[in-house]
């Protein structure tokens, strides 16, 4: 199992509990039209508290479960409001584990290096605690900052997948990426 808790040099990537939905509502609240623009369609009920608490329930039992790893993100200068979240979907289905992972920064933090930073932290975390050996992301092909971003970590597209994802109720394509970490130590 990997850390709960991961320094860096500016950052704090923390798995958090129910105790937090208030704090993990917020980030999705201010920035419901850059993150909904991107991501896929949000269920009922996703801008509630109960709904972030059910979620941060199961994403903390998967944690424990190795499954499922969620990072929130905070600034080392400003532990209590969370400016982003690190998700990594642990598979060990066929030979060779892998991950998946999706990254999301605050408007206003965004720009600043934070999720590079962030992103270097968890790609650690799968590689020395999980032992994976390589991680894909999944990309809207117009979404230029997420792909500059895989591109700076060493992500390198792989492949096209039509029609896969539903991003504000519509059908969109999105582009495989992948890292090979078998050189990261």
């Known amino acids: 199992m990997g850390p709960m808790v991961k320094t860096t040099k ?5 798995v958090e509990n129910e105790n937090k939905a208030n704090e993990v509502l917020a980030l999705y609240d201010r920035n419901r039209a850059s993150f909904e623009h991107f991501e896929p ?3 009922a009920g996703f801008y509630t508290i109960d709904y972030h608490a059910a979620m941060l329930r199961r994403e ?7 499954t499922f790893l969620r990072y929130y993100i905070y600034k080392a200068s400003y532990p209590s ?3 982003g979240a690190i998700n990594l979907n642990l598979m060990h289905d066929g030979s060779v584990p892998y991950a998946e992972m999706g990254y999301k920064i605050d408007a206003f933090y965004q720009n600043q290096g934070y999720a590079y930073e962030a992103c270097l932290a968890a790609i650690e975390v799968l590689v020395k605690d999980y032992d994976i050996r390589r991680i894909d992301v999944r990309i809207h092909p117009d979404n230029t900052p997420s792909i500059r971003l895989a591109s700076k970590l060493g992500f390198v597209p792989v492949r096209l997948e039509p029609q896969s994802a539903n991003v504000m109720g519509h059908y969109v394509d999105l582009v495989r990426y992948t890292l090979d970490t078998s050189d990261i130590q």
């Open 81 to 83: 409001r969370i400016i």
């Open 60 to 66: 903390y039992k998967a944690y424990t479960l190795g």
């Open 41 to 43: 369609t949000r269920p």
């Open 10 to 14: 500016h950052l704090v990537l923390r």
